[in-house]
């Protein structure tokens, strides 16, 4: 999916609502424990209720890992029961990859050939050899992590150097990187006093946002200072929409939490 594609998606959905697939036995309805593949068949539900108010899933690969070949199974069913159903809806595989350069590569084909997501979270610690070979896929996203939204996020992202904090830094010196068009970036919802730093740096790329709601993130002030003239944002909801409810109508109640903050969105891009 080409960076204007999900623009248009965004302006005919009225919505940068990404949905995080973040699957936990524990936690899903007990009466789907009974299907042959309980995780793929919560994921279905859950994609089919809400497919018309989100732009974006995300589904988060260590909740598959864990459950061994079965849950790496589960998320292959996932992402080719969407490609395959609506092929308009873009996908990130939110498994934080990065390593030495041949080791990237395999990485990258896993994710953009074998499972054809559209886009992966890469971490930048080990800098731009690390990085272009996931930017070197046409018409596929690299998500790099900038500002995250956990406790410890700023333990070394927030850490000055002689200039600057090291975010900025990362920001600044990706841009420099080979096919540099291809990036997003993460920036943490409970980070929002910070958008406006960044904006400066980055006006121009899209920014996934999670943070929303559990976390504690507030959808106005990201948009605020995060927006940019074609939007520019894709604002991630797990919990708060997927654990919705937990009876049988748990993929209705996941579509009206959808909606409530897709609704929002729609006033928010209309101003």
């Not at 864990?66 to 873009?90: R, S, V």
């Not at 080979?178 to 730093?197: C, H, I, P, Q, W």
């Not at 993130?217 to 708060?240: A, E, F, W």
């Amino acid at each position: 999916m080409t960076k204007q594609e999900l623009i248009n998606q965004i302006q005919q959905k009225k919505s940068f609502l990404c949905i995080g697939l973040d699957v936990d036995l524990t936690k899903i309805p007990i009466h789907l424990l009974t299907e042959e593949d309980p995780i793929f068949e919560f994921n279905k539900q859950i994609i089919d209720a809400t497919h018309q108010y989100a732009v974006a899933y995300k589904p988060n690969t260590a909740f598959y890992e864990a459950y061994g070949i079965k849950g790496w199974m589960a998320l292959e069913k996932t992402i080719n029961y969407i490609n395959e159903n609506y092929p308009e809806i873009f996908t990130i595989a939110d498994a934080k990859r990065g390593d030495i350069g041949n080791t990237s590569t395999m990485y990258a084909k896993a994710f953009f050939e074998d499972l054809n997501f559209d886009s992966v979270t890469v971490a930048p610690y080990m800098g731009s050899d690390s990085v272009e070979p996931f930017l070197a896929f046409k018409n596929k996203t690299t998500i790099l992590l900038a500002l995250t939204s956990n406790k410890g996020g700023l333990d070394f992202q927030g850490l000055k150097t002689e200039n600057e904090e090291v975010y900025k830094e990362v920001l600044k010196t990706a841009l420099t990187w080979k096919n540099s068009e291809n990036l997003m970036f993460v920036v943490g919802a409970t980070k929002d006093e910070y958008f406006e730093e960044i904006r400066k740096i980055v006006p121009n790329h899209f920014l996934l946002v999670p943070g929303i709601g559990a976390q504690g993130g507030n959808l106005q002030d990201v948009c605020k200072y995060g927006l940019n003239k074609d939007c520019g944002l894709l604002i991630n909801s797990s919990r708060g929409i997927i654990y919705a409810g937990k009876g049988k109508d748990f993929a209705i109640k996941a579509q009206l939490e959808a909606l409530k903050l897709q609704q929002e969105m729609a006033q928010i891009l209309s101003k």
